[in-house]
């Protein structure tokens, strides 16, 4: 027989903890004394062997109380019934963290595209991570070839782990803050050819589907922004300096080509 605190040495479980455990019925002690003290004997010591086991397993300590008390034999506990239980219940909180961590991602990143973020926005937020899949799939295949969707859902996803989505969110920032700068403003032509930069790279170079997808994703008029940020005035200014980049590129590109055409006269 052990008396509670040679227990708590031998298991270097607290006594406070064996105490609670007693008061709740989950492990009685073979005896109390009349002086009050509880003693153990090696079955108890084999029940709390197999308490702190079914703990590192995830049970709570009400589904270890029933499944001990479902037998006096530990081997008699339908452990199939409770491991599966238990696997469900940890896959369901896993789904739960995993839309939690998108839900902080995008956050995170629409709070360094807007420098702010509004309750409408967390709610837009929730409807879209919960808006089916099968929506999604029937606008790409009705809009883009095989390869082309492949490009597109290499795209970073704001709800992803991506160091994209934060380079990406930083430009638009910026693109915010300079909507009524001058297209040939030095700001605005850097901006404009970081935007080109980070478009031919992540659609794999491919002019046609970038001016294709931007086409797509252009909100209707007087109506909500179709990817989050891309709102009307935005890809309008974008428009703006990025045909100004393009057409002063390709005059410098023809002049080049004059004066080495003059070079070989």
Known sequence: MYSIGQLSKKTNIAIRTLRYYDEIGLLK??????SGYRYYSGR???LLQHIAALKELGFTLASIKKMLSSGE???EINWGAY???ELAAVAEER???DEMEKLLQITRHAFEMKGDVESEDIFLFIRS???PSEGRETFLTQHFTDNEIRIIKSLPDLSADDPRNMAWAKLIREVKERLHELPSSVASQDLAARIVEISMDWFQQDE???EKYWSLIRPEEGK???VYGMEADVMDYIDRIVDWYLQHLEEGDKQDGSQSGSEDE
């Open 29 to 34: 002690p073979a005896k109390v004394a009349d």
């Open 44 to 46: 108890e010591i084999k």
């Open 73 to 75: 034999e530990t081997s």
């Open 83 to 85: 491991l599966d239980f």
């Open 95 to 97: 789904r739960r963290l």
């Open 129 to 131: 991570l919960s808006a």
């Open 208 to 210: 046609q589907l970038i």
């Open 224 to 226: 909500e922004a179709k």
